[in-house]
């Protein structure tokens, strides 16, 4: 995890928040490398989930909603994590995180008494109005609301009809008692999900539900993470959210042992039932409160996870083998001498042109191995050199990351060949 962690900083994927002021417990900032995995990690879910279905629109809620969402959807009471107090140092944990809390009391010789467990609301106030008192509000704990409280906007301005998804992507919060893991539990994070809309029959919509079950963890592995280190795991109906009938996570192996990236939910009909809102088939004229299957996953644990799975070290070579969809850049390109003026403007030439369809980078210090290896380490798929023969010919050499093989190719085919390469 270390050499995640530091590889992470030191090429500008996550930084610690405020690292300048000594850092803030459980918010991160993501860098110059960062930002484009997590963005292109957002366009892959989206293609998956909103436009390669007929079925699924998308939306984008506020942060900040009326107060009354958060009483009526059930998390002023329930949205509540455990807390323990230590009673040697009064750091306080969740006590059902027990790899935690079996640290701590390593840390104190096995010496450790706790206070008893008492329910804590992870939702984060905030407070707003210029007349004092402020009125307190919430930042959402879940991206969801958003999305029910507008369900009759949807369905009222669009043309969806049951079944029907709506599907959104934003930040959530929530003041963790234990922020850990890097950047997997963090008090602000990102949220990709679908509220998927179906009739209520228990049959058919469990069925729907497992069918959302393959549909997202096909998902994982079409981005090509090791299937062994995926799987699912069931929640017994005590560990169920407040809200759910079933719920499924899907689970990796990561170096702190399996953990969830993402949960998959039967919510019923408690989120519009709550909310009052019901559904009219314009065909039989009946009139019904749909229930909710739903698909909810971290941007952040995934992206953790996408590093993770692709670190891969190769004798002195650390090559991220990230799916070339999800590469912060799809090609670098280089001029195989910097001070050669032809070879660096006909780089310059290619640069500029793959550029209008892919991210490239540029690199001309340096010998041309290091540059490779600067490059396998935050996960360019293929580099491109322009050398002598080019000035002659007109091709380059292409260097795939994974197998260092290169071949020669027409600068002329080069964006097809990318092209292609990407979308295979
Ligand atoms: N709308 C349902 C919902 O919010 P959840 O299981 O509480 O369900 C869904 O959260 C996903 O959000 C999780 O699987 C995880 O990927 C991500 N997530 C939840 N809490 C998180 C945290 N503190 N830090 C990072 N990601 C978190």
Known sequence: MEKITSLAKRRGFIFQGSEIYGGYQGFWDYGPLGVELKNNIKKEWWKYMVYRREDVVGMEAAVIMNPIVWEKSGHLKAFTDPLV????????????????????????????????????????????????????????????????????????????????????????????????????????????????????????????????????????????????????????????????????????????????????HHRGDFDLKNHGLKYKDEMTNEEYTPWVIETSGGVDRALLFFLIDSYWEDGERVVLRLHPKLAPFKVAVFPLLANKLELVGKARFVHKALSVNFHCAWDDRGNIGKRYFAQDEIGTPWCVTVDFQSLDDNTVTVRDRDTAKQERIAIDKLSEFFQNELTR
């Not at 009673?87 to 969740?94: A, G, L, P, V």
């Not at 407040?242 to 993402?262: K, L």
């Open 85 to 264: 107090e230590c009673k040697i140092c009064h750091k306080r944990f969740k006590s059902d995180d027990e790899a935690v809390v079996k640290n701590h009391e390593k840390e104190h010789d096995g010496k450790v008494s706790w206070t008893e467990p008492k329910l804590f609301n992870t939702l984060t106030e905030v407070l707003l109005g210029t007349t004092e008192p402020k009125e307190k509000a919430f930042l959402r704990g879940e991206i969801t609301q958003g999305v029910f409280v507008n369900f009759k906007n949807v369905v009222d301005s669009t043309r969806v009809k049951i079944p029907f998804g709506i599907a959104q992507i934003g930040k959530a919060f929530r003041n963790e008692i234990t922020p850990g893991n890097f950047t997997f539990r963090s008090c602000e994070f990102e949220q990709m999900e679908l509220e998927y809309f179906v009739p209520p029959n228990e049959k058919d919509s469990k069925k729907t539900f497992e069918e959302f079950k393959k549909i997202r963890m096909d998902w994982y592995k079409s981005l090509g993470i090791n299937k062994e280190k995926l799987r699912f795991h069931d929640h017994e109906p005590e560990k169920r959210a407040h809200y759910a009938r079933y719920a499924t996570d899907i689970e990796y192996e990561a170096p702190f042992g399996w953990s969830e990236s993402e949960g998959i």
